[in-house]
């Protein structure tokens, strides 16, 4: 039997199975429980034909996760409309601190239905991908860093102080490699910590040179105030001078690059634009500062600037 009427349905997505809540059109419409099905697109596709044979119109929600937007993607391919929820921005009951697949299907169908849901903007797959770039690119700094962190440690138990002023230059770096340890076992550990630095700061010139320089600007939208590097600001001390700035009254490039000395990788930032003669003579004045994971920084700026 065909039943003219909307519905609302809601999934509480997890790795292996889907919860399913219809909640009926109107104020008194019946909320019930459809069922668990399996999270793949076979199960999906049945249960949205099904459904779309019982009902006028179909409005589909999910709350974002690490699920993904496949799901997104696929009820929008057969048709229907379907909203990725914010889980942060959804409306809870100060006492309701009980949590479960079904319990939070039904909230999600209930609130659906009233209106009360708020959507997050879902990016497409070219887009998702370059954040997935981004985040790796983040991961590998981060490790880069504690790996460093590991090799200053263990210079410090055994006594061995950089008479330099900056660690992590040129000039620090052939200072490590002639470090003579005493004991086979300390030379070991030292060895592999270096090797794994090394390996690290290649992986970073890789994802920097071969992901981000493919970055095109306009490609990626951009909030309408974001965070610029100062160009004229003094960079003595190896860290930029950052600044706000109205995105629509002063024209600037996008970019993938924030932090010009630190290589952040952020999608929703800009720089300002830098000319050859200004990169030629960054080039000059920081060529014996900056170590070769930042070196990479000017290559990747040729790139974006010869493809602006």
Known sequence: M???SEAFVAFDTSKLRNSVRIAQGGRNGEVRFFGDIENTEAATRKLVKKLAAQ???LTFCYEAGPTGYGLYRLIRSLGHDC???APSLIPKKPGDRVKTNRRDALNLA???RAGELTAVWVPDERHEAMRDLVRGREAAVDDLKSKRQQVLSLLLRIGRHYPGKRTWTRAHMNWLVSQKLAHRE???VFEEMLLAV???????RQISCNGGGEATAGEFPITPC???VDRRARVDDGQPRTKSRNCESEPAHQS????VFRLRLHPCTIITPITPAEIAWSRVRMQNTLDEGHQSVFRLIDCFCASA
């Open 110 to 112: 209930k609130l659906l």
């Open 198 to 204: 090394r390996q690290i700061r290649a992986a970073i």
């Open 2 to 4: 065909t039943d003219h």
């Open 256 to 259: 993938l690059i924030t932090d």
């Open 226 to 228: 974001s965070r610029s």
């Open 55 to 57: 009902h006028r119109q």
């Open 186 to 188: 300390q030379r070991i």
């Open 83 to 85: 909203v990725v929820v």
